[in-house]
Every structure is written in C-alpha cells, then in structure tokens.
C-alpha cells in the first residue's frame, strides 16, 4: 500500500505500534513488560549521595537507582522531581534529569523556561500567530511553565489544539504541587501506542482492530528483524550485530562485481539504516564497515547519511570516519533493543 500506514496492536502480550512507507516497516515501537522505568516517566527520586569525584549523584527510586548527571549542590535525603531520559543498560543506574518536561502531541510544557514558542517547522507565518494566540488563551501567563506548540499543531483544529494545551498544562501543575517525601512514581512513561499518537505523522490511514498485525504481513516483518541480516534490494546486504560495547554494521556487495558496487551498496546502506535502527531499537556507538569503495566517495556518502538521519526522531551524532575506515555514530538509548525483547519472551 503507498502512503504512511500506522498499525496499532500487539505483539504477544506487548503493546506495539508499527509504521509503514508505502509498505516498507519505518518504525516500530514494542512495549517493556519488566517493570523497568520506561522514558518520559516522571518519578519523585530521593538524593541518595553525590557523586564529587564524577559531578552527578545517585538517587533512589521506588525500585533501583538512578543516575544525575548534574548533582551539584544536592543532599542525601533531598526530595526531586526527574524525569527518565533512557532505558538503562543490564547492572547500571537509570539516566534521569532533573529537567522533566510534558509533552502531547501538539504541545511540550517545560516547567522552570517559561516563554511562548512555536516549532521551527511551521513556517506559515499567520498559523504561528494563530497558534501562539490560542496557547495566550488558554494558558495566560502560567507562572514559571514555558509552551512550545509542536509541528503536529500546524493542521489540527484549534479546539484540539486547546485542550491538548489545557489538559498538559493541568497534569504540569499537579506534578509542580507535589509536597511528598518518598520515593514514587508520578506519571508512567507512555507506552507504544501513545506514543505512536503523540510523535508520529499524521497517517493516511490508521488500523487499530484487533490482529491487524497478522493481517498486513507486520508480524512476518518483525520475524525478520530477528535475523542480524538485512537486505538491500539490488545493492547488497548488510549484517547489523548488536554486542555489549557497540553496534557493528557490516556492509556488502552481494554479486554485484562492478566498479560501482562499494558505493551504490553503501549509498543504499546509508539510507535503510535509520529505520534498520530504529525498528530493531538500537542506540549507543555504531560503528559502520562500508563496503570498500574510493575514498573521493566518502563526501557523497555523508551526504546521505545527513541527508537520511535528517528526520529521524531519536537523537544521533554523526561522528565521522575512523582511521581504519569505518563510521562511527553515536545513537541515544531510547527504545529498547529488539533482540533483548525477543529474548525475554522465549521460554
């Protein structure tokens, strides 16, 4: 089918979303069923000890540690808010920041940068009025709470528009009330078909029945998302292996023998690997091995890789070139990997 699909359903017992371009498997979001802080959820932490030697500070959550990069002036006892930033890796603390923001799908409130802002995708200079005067409306002059009104908003009606604002601006204020002094959660990370509501595209069409999954050929796509192998088309293949320390991409011809085999590969390679990532739910270093190819072809080769990364939602630095040759990204962990989920279920 063309066009952008989502798919809302599950995957066994896992909530999961996925997307679809013009029939390719683009995203896909799986639910964590361990009880693990999931990102986004807003938890009151109790400082348990600064850290001076590192500059940051453990914290204590209803269950297990957390990790404050910035824990200046904290200490032990004292009650904050944070908010979860990742999914921590096996025996380590989970990353928080004392910087929670609410976000919806049409608006982020940031409390503590107050202000008015509308996001810098919406260049239609009379919508951007419009939108910052009905966030004026609803909003007033919130005390110390900031407003950005998202991409999503450009098109959505403006009633919608005002309760998303109203209703993300209640929950901000019940979470700024809080006088308690324990540990406990205070909003639950969304889960995948939240988030599917709140960050992705408007579809051109939405199927949210039950097994929808089987029946668009979804669950045969994640079965093959379990093989380290990945095909790309008439360029090659590449062989994407996950370990402890980092991401390893190997990157292959296949029986293309020509001059241009290495780069039409690794053009090709370049522009699959965003969705490759995300749909296996692979953050941290990425280390690629393109296919050899003239070293006058790596400037074309970034270009892609710019160009392909552009619009990917989770945050990557593109780090440049080894000295032996590979390219190195640096990915945030905000999913968890699909390998590590497929484990969990087996028996």
């Given at each position: ?205 939405l199927f949210a029945e039950p097994g929808n999954f089987a029946d668009h050929g979804i669950l045969d796509r ?121 484990r969990e279920t087996m028996p």
């Amino acid at each position: 089918m063309k066009g952008r699909t989502v798919h809302l359903d599950s995957w066994g017992d896992h909530l999961a979303a996925a997307m679809l371009v013009d029939g390719k498997l683009d995203d896909l979001l799986i639910e964590d069923l361990t009880g693990r802080p999931v990102p986004g959820a807003i938890y009151r932490a109790i400082v348990d000890r600064p850290m001076k030697g590192q500059g940051g500070a453990t914290l204590r959550l209803p269950s297990g540690r957390a990790y404050l990069r910035q824990g200046k002036g904290l200490a032990p006892g004292q009650a904050m808010l944070v908010q979860v930033t990742g999914y921590s890796e096996a025996g380590k603390a989970v990353p928080v920041t004392a910087r929670p923001i609410l976000k919806s799908r049409h608006v982020i409130v940031t409390p503590g940068a107050p202000g008015y802002n509308v996001a810098r995708g919406i260049r239609d200079n009379d919508r951007r009025e419009v939108l910052l005067a009905i966030a004026h409306d609803v909003a007033g002059a919130p005390d110390g709470l900031g407003l950005i009104l998202r991409s999503a908003a450009e098109h959505a009606a403006d009633s919608e528009i005002a309760e998303d604002i109203a209703a993300t601006l209640d929950l901000a204020q019940q979470i700024a009330d809080d006088s308690g002094s324990d540990p406990e959660l205070l909003v639950d990370g969304p889960d995948p078909h939240m988030l599917a509501w709140r960050d992705w595209p408007t579809p051109d069409a939405l199927f949210a029945e039950p097994g929808n999954f089987a029946d668009h050929g979804i669950l045969d796509r994640i079965d093959v998302l379990a093989s380290s192998h990945a095909e790309l088309g008439a360029h090659g293949w590449i062989s994407i292996e996950p370990t402890r320390a980092l991401v390893a991409v190997d990157v292959n011809t296949g029986g293309d023998t020509s001059l241009s085999a290495g780069l039409k590969a690794n053009i090709a390679a370049a522009r699959a690997l965003p969705s490759q990532l995300r749909c296996r739910g692979l953050g941290g270093q990425i280390t690629v091995d393109f296919a050899p190819s003239p070293k006058k072809d790596r400037k074309v080769l970034e270009q892609t890789l710019r160009a392909a990364f552009r619009d990917d939602p989770v945050d990557t630095v593109l780090a440049g070139w080894t000295p032996l040759g590979c390219f190195e990204l640096q990915r945030k962990r905000d999913r968890l990997p699909l390998h590590e989920l497929i484990r969990e279920t087996m028996p």
